[in-house]
């Protein structure tokens, strides 16, 4: 007896196996020795080298053995053919090899019609099992199984189905001819139908073998080919995976990725869907969860920094500084949220790239002039085609790390519409409770923005929601005093048109009456575009000279360039007639005419006003183009001067055989305001009295109809305007003392600041002769209201 492994051998068959165990190889050797007959039963468990009798099947079958071949590493190769299946009575061992009692048993079948029908089901049944398996020829096994016998029949059909070691023991140990056919036709039926059901599957698979899976396929070589080249030993997802592991995202942000990861890797790679979830994983990982920019403290070098790259600007430098002040001092402060407001041109843009400069931080930059789209901000949701996170996420992006500078330009120029309010959107972003946790409807996870600095800039603050307005530190810029123009034409625009323009400081010089007489005659603006873009003008047409210059000088002996100096005399030659004027200062004294202030939004302005008297009924003519506010204070002076009649010397009904006409010169120009009360009062006291009003001061102050002098504002414009004009006194309201240090300190040298209460006090410095009957009080000064433009372009 030989035990053996994965193999059942059926009776009738020739079967050819290798011998290997020295127990099988001494039966063996035993069994051709003697009659060449061996009994062979297949052991359970095919792992074991050295079966007891207990783990081999009891029913076998007894083989002849037709052929052996002892091969070179001690096997032998046998070929066996089965005689009959055999049961095991006893088991012994002799020698190192086994002795089996077998029994067999002979059965004898009687034709009938119910056997003959069988057979021919088994036959057919078997045909249809052969067509429809690759692994058998058919043209043998139907020759096979052309038989008479149903014992040989069912045997031969049993060896050659593809079935488990099992099934094929369990069709062994029938030994019925007739119950083992029957057995065999209900297998037959079995595996038919899994046939059928493979070749279905099949089928189903090859149709939809599409475009995608030949590229999928092909993908798949290429990989495999650039890995036998050595290139990409890594795959690409197990790249991504590590990029998720090292990303430092949130554990919502990494549960999120790795979630997508998993649905990703099992996905087609061509899949639309896997596309989708691809874009998704790279965003997560573009933006910067923990990378930041090492942030300088240095207050010294932030200060220099800052005024290298802009004149002026104290109150922003100061707020600046105080910012990196604290970083210095609280390990991890909240972000800081600005808002500069100003004109256009004042260098609120340029100054946020000096504070990522100054502080180290990365600078990224968002206009939102014009948006109208809430998704602008928070993003698409990943279920739209084509989504993507909003703006923030993508300057976060390309901004590379966590604290960067920020700026949200043109804050003030979102609109809304039926896609919803961005500004409304941006309170989380620029509220510093809520920002730790922006959420984006793209990434949907939370992203902390605590860390960045955001500067918002503005040119009006009115179209702002107040929810928005409340989460912001505004900083006002007025806008630039002649002297800081000139300083910053001196520092920076020269020196970058004439490189612009090919020139040099050798070939063109700018003098400093030359820069002030382009700044007054040629722009009015608070900032500083118009100045540059006229002195770009002066700079192409030296630049137009010195290259005609060049063309005479052709084949002669080169000269040198003639240095072009631009001077006040000369800059009508380059930039033609002067676009604006000054109102001069009339320096003398008359009676009726005073000399005001007032501010606009491109600096101050002097503001002579103004009274003529003439027979009539008492009617008050106001003209100049004055705004309610003007008229109702003018009113307000003609009221004060009525009471205080007596005092004046003036009849009580004087007015009534009197018309009064008040004119502002400039009508074109559009002018409001309350802060030209005092001056308004001056000139009609002055024009009833018959005293001359000094023309070597100028005054600024709101009154009331009691004579009191109210603040105004505006205060640093209106001094320099008075300043330029050569005006070297000024009246003022007592209020506006505090304003003074706000006041460059060459004006509080050369100029002589009254400041005043009452009416009184402001007809003492003013005329030329005080009155009788005025109280004596101590000479002070005057100030205007900040004029303010409104939508139609009025002046106050």
């Not at 009692?101 to 002979?106: H, S």
């Not at 004055?626 to 007015?655: C, H, I, N, T, W």
């Amino acid at each position: 007896m030989m035990p053996i492994r994965d193999v059942v051998i059926f009776p009738h068959m020739m079967t050819p196996f290798v011998v290997g165990r020295d127990s099988s190889v001494r039966a063996l050797e035993e069994a051709l020795a003697g009659d060449k007959k061996i009994f062979l039963a297949t052991q359970h468990d095919a792992s074991v080298d050295d079966p007891a009798p207990s783990q081999i099947y009891q029913t076998g079958t007894v083989v002849s053995i037709v052929q052996s071949l002892k091969l070179p590493d001690g096997n032998i190769k046998v070929l066996v053919e089965g005689l009959e299946r055999g049961r095991v009575g006893s088991v012994s061992a002799d020698n190192g090899f086994l002795l089996a009692d077998v029994q067999t048993t002979a059965f004898g079948v009687d034709s009938d019609q119910e056997l003959e029908s069988l057979t021919s089901r088994v036959t057919g049944l078997f045909e249809q099992y052969v067509k429809q398996s690759q692994n058998l020829n058919y043209e043998t096994m139907i020759a096979a199984i052309r038989v008479d016998d149903p014992g040989k029949l069912a045997d031969t059909i049993g060896a050659n189905l593809q079935l488990t070691i099992p099934e094929k023991q369990e069709l062994l140990e029938i030994f019925d001819p007739v119950e083992r056919l029957a057995r065999i036709a209900d297998v037959l039926d079995i595996e038919i139908e899994k046939l059928s059901v493979d070749r279905t599957i099949q089928g189903r698979v090859k149709r939809q073998m599409e475009k995608a899976q030949k590229e999928y396929y092909l993908n798949e070589k290429i990989k495999a080919i650039q890995k036998e080249l050595g290139r990409g030993e890594k795959s690409e997802l197990d790249e991504l995976r590590r990029k998720i592991e090292e990303a430092g995202m949130t554990k919502d942000a990494l549960d999120k990725a790795k979630a997508e990861m998993r649905r990703l890797e099992n996905m087609p790679p061509m899949s639309a869907e896997a596309t989708v979830s691809r874009n998704y994983i790279d965003w997560l990982l573009a933006v910067p969860w923990k990378k930041k920019s090492r942030e300088k403290r240095d207050l010294a070098y932030a200060a220099e920094v800052l005024n290298t790259d802009h004149y002026g600007l104290e109150t922003i430098k100061e707020r600046i500084l105080e910012f990196l002040a604290v970083r210095r001092l609280v390990k991890d402060p909240r972000g800081s949220i600005l808002c500069f407001v100003g004109p256009p041109g004042v260098g609120k843009t340029s100054l946020g790239k000096s504070v990522a400069k100054a502080t180290g931080r990365k600078f990224v930059r968002l206009s939102l002039g014009g948006v109208r789209d809430e998704a602008e901000i928070r993003g698409h949701r990943r279920t739209y085609i084509g989504a993507l996170p909003g703006q923030i996420i993508q300057m976060m992006k390309k901004a590379g790390t966590a604290n960067p500078v920020f700026m949200l330009d043109e804050i003030d120029k979102m609109s809304t519409d039926f896609r919803g309010d961005p500004s409304a959107a941006l309170m989380e972003v620029l509220d510093p409770e809520q920002n730790t946790a922006f959420g984006d409807h793209y990434l949907d996870v939370e992203y902390d923005l605590s860390k960045v600095f955001f500067i918002a800039t503005a040119n009006v603050l009115h179209t702002l929601p107040p929810a928005l307005l409340d989460r912001l530190e505004v900083i006002r810029l007025s806008g630039y005093t002649e002297i800081e123009k000139l300083e910053i034409a001196k520092r920076h625009l020269i020196r970058k048109q004439v490189e612009a323009t090919g020139l040099s400081s050798k070939v063109v010089e700018f003098a400093d009456d030359g820069i002030a007489a382009i700044i007054q005659q040629y722009t009015r603006e608070a900032g500083v575009r118009n100045l540059e873009r006229e002195i770009g003008n002066v700079c192409r047409k030296v630049a137009h000279q010195v290259v005609l210059a060049q063309s005479k000088a052709k084949g002669k002996k080169k000269a040198k360039p003639t240095k072009v100096v631009i001077t006040a005399e000369n800059i009508s030659d380059y930039l033609k007639v002067p676009r604006y004027r000054d109102l001069a200062a009339e320096k003398k004294n008359e009676v009726g005419v005073a000399t005001g202030l007032a501010w606009t939004e491109v600096g101050g302005q002097i503001l002579p006003i103004e009274c003529t008297l003439m027979d009539g009924k008492g009617n008050l003519t106001l003209t100049g183009k004055l705004g309610d506010v003007m008229q109702e204070s003018a009113q307000a002076a003609m009221s004060y001067v009525r009471s205080k009649s007596q005092q004046f010397g003036l009849p009580k009904d004087f007015y009534r055989h009197l018309d009064v006409h008040i004119h502002i010169p400039e009508g074109a120009i559009p002018k409001d305001g309350p802060s030209a009360g005092i001056t308004l009062t001056t000139t009609l006291v002055s024009a009833l009295t018959r005293v001359k009003v000094r023309g070597d001061v100028a005054m600024t102050g709101e009154v009331t109809l009691r004579g009191k002098v109210l603040p105004i504002g505006g205060l640093k414009e209106k001094l320099l305007a008075a300043h330029r004009n050569g005006i070297n006194e000024a009246i003022l309201p007592k209020d506006n003392e505090k304003d003074l240090p706000d006041i460059p300190e060459n004006i509080r040298k050369d100029m002589k600041l009254h400041f005043v209460e009452n009416m009184d006090e402001v007809l003492m410095v003013a005329l030329e002769e005080p009155l009788e009957d005025l109280s004596k009080g101590a000479p002070v000064a005057a100030a205007v209201e900040p004029a303010k433009k409104d939508q139609k372009g009025v002046t106050h």
